[in-house]
């Protein structure tokens, strides 16, 4: 399809392990956001990408919590010595544009034992 | 504090009733306001985009005003199905990229 794709769907990890999470763009996209979703709560910005460079790293949570992309494709969103505090949805969206309409992915649902 | 405040949290509603969402925000500058549906487990999808200067904009049984003075926003269902039973979330747009999200309405629509 044409939309934004994630991997995996689901992923269940223990306590201190390294998580990679991965976000494929719509393609021609310049942009791509990371963000989290904790249960029953809104969504929490983390990072935004405007080709391969971050000029916001604001949204993330601690320096545990890192992200890269490849030129205006892939990008990969990595979380060390994973808390229980981590386990939530993360969603992945990528626009034209910075200010444009942005399509969102399904989402990696990770779960922290 | 958030920038961007829904009422209600939740909702349940019969199918085929109207129900009214609610957002308030404070974000200034401001660029447009959005309006996303996030069914469960799934990627929020947008309904509505509006700029400053629109008052209303519709999609199907979706429509949404804007008063950028007062700075409130609505979300109205029409004649509510059950396929309506999602988050709503609104989202204001500074002007810059960053988004202000609300912390989403729980639509229950319930036969």
């Known amino acids: 399809g044409a939309g934004v794709s994630q991997s995996p769907s689901n992923k269940v990890t223990e306590k201190g392990k390294d998580v990679e999470l991965r976000c494929d763009p719509i393609s021609g996209h310049t942009a791509l956001y990371w963000y989290r979703q904790r249960l029953g709560q809104g969504l929490e910005f983390l990072i935004y990408?405007?080709?391969?460079?971050?000029?916001?790293k604001s949204g993330l949570p601690s320096d545990r919590f890192s992200a890269e992309r490849t030129g205006e494709s892939v990008s990969t969103l990595t979380i060390q010595r994973t808390q229980q505090e981590d386990s939530a949805v993360y969603l992945c969206?990528?626009?034209?544009?910075?200010?444009?309409?942005?399509?969102f992915g399904p989402g990696t649902r990770l779960t922290v034992t | 504090k958030n920038q961007v405040e829904q009422s209600p949290q939740s909702l349940i509603i019969l199918e085929g009733k109207n129900c009214t969402l609610q957002?308030?925000?404070?974000?200034?500058?401001?660029?447009?306001l959005r309006w996303y549906k996030q069914d469960t487990g799934r990627g929020p999808v947008s309904l509505t985009i509006?700029?400053?200067?629109?008052n209303t904009k519709s999609n199907g049984r979706y429509t949404a005003t804007l008063d950028a003075d007062t700075k409130q926003s609505s979300l109205h269902i029409t004649a509510s199905q059950l396929s309506d039973s999602a988050s709503y979330i609104c989202?204001?747009?500074?002007?810059?990229?960053?988004?202000?999200f609300g912390a989403g309405t729980t639509v229950t629509v319930r036969a």
């Open positions: 957002c308030n925000y404070t974000v200034s500058p401001f660029s447009n």
């Open positions: 990408f405007q080709g391969n460079s971050a000029p916001d």
């Open positions: 509006m700029t400053f200067s629109e």
């Open positions: 989202v204001v747009i500074g002007n810059d990229y960053k988004l202000s």
């Open positions: 969206a990528s626009s034209l544009g910075p200010s444009q309409e942005q399509y």
